[in-house]
T-cell receptor
Framework: KAGVTQTPRYLIKTRGQQVTLSCSPI?????VSWYQQTPGQGLQFLFE???????NKGNFPGRFSGRQFSNSRSEMNVSTLELGDSALYLC???????????FGEGSWLTVV | AQKITQTQPGMFVQEKEAVTLDCTYD???????LFWYKQPSSGEMIFLIY??????QNATEGRYSLNFQKARKSANLVISASQLGDSAMYFC?????????????????FGQGTELSVKP
């Protein structure tokens, strides 16, 4: 069974641009969450979607947004990119609230 | 405040030996879950083992076991018979239960990680 798939794996953007990252959860999983990982701040929770509804949100500015589609696939968008947005963005999925959480390989974003 | 603490930034272990990675947590919830993940340099976060707060027995998954001491709020990962491929960052994480002001779900709180190096 396929794992969590994230695209693209690597990307370079310029300050001020916007970026969209995609995540396909494990088949049958309804919860998708996103995390940002940086050397300075570690792993930080961005938001979580369940059945197309945002269920939890971390402490990030409004430039960070996301959505989930009816097939549970999710996208996150970062507008007006800043140098500090350079990070590894990880997507995770789980079947439900009490189930194991599995991560994808991540998307490496570099803002120049 | 909910928090995960990993006090060992880096550790070395000889191949084939066992190693314990420390994790302590802080929560006022009765229901929570504890996870350990392995992250190689490629970036993928690989699930290793899970322990629920109500599980009476320590979780085991192959060479991985979780030494869960609820009263001490610790959830140490034990890797037996270390292999060179075990060299990676290891993260302890906690998922909290539902509360009046919080939805349970996929939100994990992570520790800062421990970098494990296995020597041949």
């Amino acid at each position: 069974k396929a794992g969590v798939t994230q695209t693209p794996r690597y990307l370079i953007k310029t300050r001020g641009q916007q970026v969209t990252l995609s995540c396909s959860p494990i088949s049958g999983h309804r919860s998708v969450s996103w995390y940002q990982q940086t050397p300075g701040q570690g792993l930080q929770f961005l938001f979580e979607y369940f059945s197309e509804t945002q269920r939890n949100k971390g402490n990030f500015p409004g430039r960070f947004s996301g959505r989930q589609f009816s097939n549970s696939r999710s996208e996150m968008n970062v507008s007006t990119l800043e140098l500090g947005d350079s990070a590894l963005y990880l997507c995770a999925s789980s079947f439900g609230e009490m189930n194991t959480i599995y991560f994808g390989e991540g998307s490496w974003l570099t803002v120049v | 405040a909910q928090k995960i603490t990993q006090t060992q930034p880096g550790m070395f272990v000889q191949e084939k030996e066992a190693v314990t990675l420390d994790c302590t947590y802080d929560t006022s919830d009765q229901s929570y879950g504890l996870f350990w993940y392995k992250q190689p340099s490629s970036g993928e976060m690989i699930f290793l083992i899970y322990q629920g707060s109500y599980d009476e027995q320590n979780a085991t998954e192959g060479r991985y076991s979780l030494n869960f001491q609820k009263a001490r709020k610790s959830a140490n990962l034990v890797i037996s018979a270390s292999q060179l491929g075990d060299s990676a960052m290891y993260f302890c994480a906690m998922r909290e239960g539902r509360s009046a002001s919080r939805n349970q779900g996929g939100k994990l709180i992570f520790g800062q990680g421990t970098e494990l190096s296995v020597k041949p």
